[in-house]
Nanobody, 122 residues
Framework: QLQASGGGLVQPGGSLRLACAAS????????MGWYRQTPGKQREFVAA????????YYADSVLGRFIMYRDNAKNTVSLQLNSLKAEDTAAYYC?????????????????WGQGTLVTVSS
């Protein structure tokens, strides 16, 4: 089970840190990802990280502003959101892959957490 947290209201240019905690056997999880979705739009890839944390992938729209971290000792991943823009407003979801990972494909993720809402507004 995945539990996402950390969303909230922030002004443009501000920062937030999202967290995703995994219960159960974190050891069985391979890669992790973050996606976001706004009403009426398809789910959008944001970031992903490999099992060992050495490989990270980002959507072009967030590259240089968002950073994804992984702490296997604490069974958590986090997403640091910096220089936030209004267009970053969305529900953010964490996801876990067990095997056969394609970082940017939502079909390669086996488990999904509930969304945490990020609203960027003045």
């Amino acid at each position: 089970q995945l539990q996402a947290s950390g969303g909230g209201l922030v002004q443009p240019g501000g920062s937030l840190r999202l967290a995703c905690a995994a219960s159960g056997s974190f050891f069985s999880i391979n890669a992790m990802g973050w996606y976001r979705q706004t009403p009426g739009k398809q789910r959008e890839f944001v970031a992903a990280i490999s099992r060992d944390g050495r490989h990270r992938y980002y959507a072009d729209s967030v590259l240089g502003r968002f950073i994804m971290y992984r702490d296997n000792a604490k069974n958590t991943v986090s997403l640091q959101l910096n220089s936030l823009k209004a267009e970053d407003t969305a529900a953010y979801y964490c996801a876990a892959n067990l095997a056969g990972w394609s970082p940017r494909s939502d079909r390669s993720y086996n488990y999904w957490g509930q969304g945490t809402l990020v609203t960027v507004s003045s």
